[in-house]
């Protein structure tokens, strides 16, 4: 199998970006080898940013959606406004967020086909699998919590369901599909990344997309973001693969019930992608996930929040939350 011939090896590169906040924390870029099949061997880029002393608390791998890399978790400026790495950071625990298979510094496969659901989940199991013998920087981490964002959370579940392996799942504008409204919203948003000002001479493959250029205020509650986000959002959108959308088989629609690990899931009260045309209440959350999730969920609902929770100005709501169930479920340092 290409999963057992993958190279799992941890390269650590020089620190790049802006000085962080807090001179207690230190970043710097990691390259993780994998291979997947139908495409050559690559890599998958990440962002590992930890405290100056160990302390015990489970690593987040931070797991981004179609059409953004890693920065969706730190976005630059805003002094660190809406940044979720610092914010944990600053709380005591470990990221590394990356860059899926596609996107950003991670490999890009020629063929788009080769990108999609299975091997995302592939090439993600085999970060945690490296981060789990290898280790970041000197570091070992007993625990693991894979932390997505909308494609970014169904590349973890599917993770979790298929290998195995980590110990924690907190999903974020995700339950199990899109709704209707929500998947033509979605679709209607793209073309191809070919005929795009961004990528038109860089990207050949028609089936490489990305959104077109206006439209990204469709993943945003209006009434709950900076404009000036929104604009830096379309500054520093990625691609998506048409082969990504795999996830609309049947056999994906019960997923989550094969996850063996705990969940949190964050929606945003007025996700388009998720809550459309119903907003997604606390009350209709606590109802209806814990059949989605019999190894344990709990659910919160970002008051007033679109899609992008974590760059909307509610999000403290759902960083909280976050951080609260971590603490709850991983009391004891190292567990």
């Known amino acids: ?25 230190s970043c710097r870029d990691v390259l993780t080898s994998i291979s997947v099949p139908g495409a050559a061997p690559g890599s998958i880029y990440g962002r590992y940013c930890h405290t100056a002393h160990d302390t015990g608390h489970p690593l987040q791998i931070l797991v981004p959606g179609v059409t953004y ?12 406004r809406y940044s979720y790495v610092d914010f944990m950071n600053r709380h005591g625990y470990d990221t590394l967020a990356v860059d899926r298979l596609g996107i950003g510094r991670s490999s890009r496969p020629t063929l788009a086909v080769h990108v999609d659901a299975y091997s995302n989940a592939d090439a993600l199991h085999q970060v945690v699998e490296s981060v789990r013998t290898n ?19 169904l590349t973890s579940d599917l993770t979790a369901a298929t290998y195995g392996g980590v110990d924690g799942i907190i999903g974020t504008g995700w339950l199990q599909q899109p709704t209707v409204l929500g998947l033509i919203g979605v679709l209607s948003s ?27 205020g469709f993943f945003y509650e209006e009434s709950d973001t900076d404009p000036a986000v929104i604009a830096l959002d379309e500054q520093t959108k990625d691609t998506a693969s048409s082969a990504e959308m795999t996830y609309l088989v049947p056999a994906n629609t019960k997923m989550t019930t094969r996850i063996g690990v705990p969940t949190l899931r964050i929606i945003g009260e007025r996700d388009r992608v998720i809550c459309n ?59």
Request: charged share 20%; aromatic share 10%; with cysteine.
């Open 1 to 25: 199998m290409a999963l057992l011939a993958a190279l799992l090896v941890l390269v650590s590169l020089p620190a790049l970006g802006r000085a962080e906040a807090a001179d207690a924390v």
């Open 69 to 80: 890399t890693h920065l969706y978790w730190d976005l630059p400026g805003f002094d660190s």
């Open 135 to 153: 280790g970041l920087a000197g570091r070992h981490y007993e625990k693991i919590v894979l932390t997505g964002h909308s494609y970014g959370t």
């Open 277 to 335: 045309p119903d907003p997604c209440t606390q009350k209709w959350l606590d109802e209806t996930t814990p059949a989605l999730f019999p190894a344990g969920v709990e659910a919160y609902a970002q008051p007033g929040a679109g899609h992008n929770i974590a760059l909307e100005r509610g999000n403290t709501g759902g960083f909280e939350a976050a951080l609260s169930w971590l603490q709850r479920q991983f009391r004891a340092a190292g567990r």
């Open 190 to 216: 793209f073309h191809p990344a070919a005929m795009d000002p961004k990528f038109k001479g860089t990207i050949v493959d028609p089936d490489y997309a990305t959104t077109r250029p206006g439209v990204r």
